[in-house]
């Protein structure tokens, strides 16, 4: 019975060889699935040419991943206690082995953020070596485990972290930048659905954020855009982005300074209002893009007097007037 299953494991194991080359004959490949005997399936080949090859850096990963072949787990026991120990070559060759895998991670965020994200696909590999270093570091091979099998959660959660410290022009924290990130997407998400520029109330709902922190980081939330991007009209002719802002004199440093501190301050204030005093007075003065809109339609929009709108208006200015941050930042401007 014995020398029956034995005998099984090996045929099978045959037909896996037989279907499957061995990796060091596929160099250009990127790893998902790796079981600890070593073998791969077919479906767990993902080519390293569905990657444009426009790709800042991709043509000398692609010479380091044809040259260095997959470790064995031989190989492996062989070369982590070395690299541990500060022996150069052998966490070169460690990190090298597990590039391919390293550079799928990266590209499946650098595609998924490609617009928004001030960092390029080259910081995002990078980003994932050092992920790598630092499993090395905690890995206990003595559990049975391959390294990338580990590796997997450092190098996801050093690329991912990259990736939101870099959506903003402002420094954000890990968890900050996640939270923005979300924000984004619930944005999106409820503006293809709503057919309009959702809420405060809204995005806070669909994120799982409070309007708080929803008003608060849709503020530091910019998006970059290039002055040398064209704009097309209807004629197909272009101009850059450059060529359309108006010549204006110089503004001071400090004037621009305390103008965006006190937009801070204003949509911190915003959000301590009612949502229907925040949308009343949004819409009355145009505040983050709303329409002006005036006392009657307003009041023909929520289908009440004009009366009342007007007293929820004067409440929401009495609230903003004794904000103490407001009133300390329009004392220190004038």
Do not use: M, S, V
């Given at each position: 019975m014995v020398q029956k299953n034995a005998r099984d494991a090996a045929r099978s194991k045959s037909r896996i060889k037989a279907r499957t080359k061995p990796?060091?004959?596929?160099?250009?490949i990127a790893e998902r699935d790796y079981p600890q005997d070593g073998l791969r399936s077919a479906s767990a080949y993902i080519c390293i040419d569905v990657f444009p090859p426009n790709l800042e850096g991709m043509d000398y990963w692609a010479r380091i991943i044809e040259r260095t072949p997959v470790l064995t787990p031989e190989e492996e026991r062989?070369?982590?206690?070395?690299?541990r120990c500060g022996d150069s070559d052998a966490l070169r060759r460690l990190v090298e082995a597990n590039l391919r895998w390293v550079i799928h991670v990266a590209y499946r965020y650098y595609i998924q953020y490609e617009r928004h994200l001030l960092a390029s696909f080259a910081d995002l590999v990078q980003e994932g070596c050092i992920g790598l270093i630092h499993a090395l570091q905690r890995f206990e091979p003595h559990r049975g485990f391959r390294?990338?099998?580990?590796?997997?959660?450092w190098v996801q959660l050093h690329i991912e972290n990259a990736v939101h410290r870099n959506l903003s022009l402002l420094s954000l924290t890990p968890s900050t930048g996640k939270v923005a990130a979300h924000l984004r997407t619930a944005y999106l998400t409820l503006r293809l659905r709503l057919g309009r520029t959702p809420t405060f109330e809204e995005l806070s709902a669909e994120a799982g954020v409070s309007p708080t922190a929803a008003a608060e980081l849709s503020a530091v939330d910019l998006e970059v855009i290039s002055l040398d991007e064209p704009i097309y009209d209807d004629e197909g002719t272009s101009e850059f982005i450059v060529d359309t802002i108006p010549a204006s004199e110089s503004e001071l440093p400090e004037h621009v300074f305390f103008r965006g501190r006190l937009q801070e301050a204003l949509i911190r204030a915003l959000s301590q209002l009612t949502p229907r005093e925040r949308e009343v007075v949004m819409h009355r003065f145009g505040l983050q893009g709303k329409e002006m809109l005036s006392l009657a339609e307003l009041a023909q929009r929520y289908r009440v007097s004009r009366q009342r709108i007007r007293y929820l208006e004067q409440r929401a200015l009495r609230k903003l007037r004794a904000c103490r941050e407001l009133q300390q930042l329009w004392s220190d401007m004038f």
């Open positions: 990796i060091a004959h596929h160099p250009a062989e070369i982590i206690p070395k690299a390294f990338i099998t580990y590796a997997h959660h």
